[in-house]
């Protein structure tokens, strides 16, 4: 699918995060800016998170606390392998009910869970495309 607008976009991970109540693992894949943190916004935004959503590049991963449910934002992207997120306690953040957004999984291969759903974003002319495999 062709998304031409960052609501577009935003509107999209309200759709994916409304197909997950009970929680899961969704794979982020793109290039830097891409819309990857964009998407896991409008995830949260439809579940009722008024604050601002952080890019997690430099902090690894956010937690949001919500009434129902808590949703776990990690960027891999700086770490070096994944013997990293597997020694900074990943494996506890894996309860039934967290809904978890991976950005940059290529860096933990081997090491993470297996995923409820990926999403690819790429650039395109008109914008971006996004391909889902749940």
């Not at 960052?6 to 109540?21: D, H, I, K, N, V």
């Not at 959503?53 to 776990?72: A, C, G």
């Not at 506890?92 to 759903?117: M, S």
Request: net charge neutral.
């Amino acid at each position: 699918m062709i998304i031409k607008t960052e609501q577009e976009l935003e509107s999209l991970g309200a759709r994916l995060a409304q197909q997950y109540p009970k929680g899961g693992v969704i794979l982020l894949k793109g290039e830097l800016g891409a819309g990857k943190t964009t998407l896991v916004r409008g995830a949260l935004r439809s579940l009722g998170h008024k604050s601002s959503v952080k890019s997690t590049t430099y902090t690894i991963v956010e937690t949001y606390e919500l009434p129902d449910r808590t949703i776990q934002h990690f960027d891999l992207y700086r770490l070096a392998n994944g013997a990293e997120l597997q020694a900074m306690g990943f494996r506890d953040y894996l309860a039934d009910n967290n809904l978890i957004f991976i950005e940059w999984p290529e860096k933990a291969l081997g090491f993470l869970p297996k995923a409820d759903c990926e999403v690819h974003i790429k650039y395109h002319p008109q914008g971006r495309t996004v391909e889902i495999n749940a």
